[in-house]
Nanobody, 115 residues
Framework: VQLVESGGGLVQPGGSLRLSCVAS????????MRWYRQAPGNERELVAH????????TYGDFMKGRSTISRDNAKNTVYLQMNSLKPEDTAVYYC?????????WGQGTRVTVSS
């Protein structure tokens, strides 16, 4: 299983970013996918998750109304569109797949929201 995130970077408050995670090594279309984030000194927290067919999505309260998780099963890719970013959104964002009760993680992509 391999998960490779991209799309992070430095953005000003109020800006937007689109994160991508390309998956390989498992049947991507059969599994829920999740985005987590971890800020320095904080625990890793769930940002959003999406069902295998994309029909069900849920979001952490801090991201509701500001982000959209989506997936393209033909491309084995899950996305996280984030808008109206705030300094407190600064964190490393991780892609996650849970397969047979084992968690797999990407290397993370860093998002910094600062003026």
């Amino acid at each position: 299983v391999q998960l490779v995130e991209s799309g992070g970077g430095l953005v000003q408050p109020g800006g937007s970013l689109r994160l991508s995670c390309v998956a390989s090594g498992f049947t991507f279309s059969s599994y829920y996918m999740r985005w987590y984030r971890q800020a320095p000194g904080n625990e890793r927290e769930l940002v959003a998750h999406i069902s295998s067919d994309g029909g069900i999505t849920t979001y952490g309260d801090f991201m509701k109304g500001r982000s959209t998780i989506s997936r393209d099963n033909a491309k084995n890719t899950v996305y996280l569109q984030m808008n109206s970013l705030k300094p407190e959104d600064t964190a490393v964002y991780y892609c996650n797949a849970r397969i047979y009760n084992r968690d797999y993680w990407g290397q993370g992509t860093r998002v910094t929201v600062s003026s």
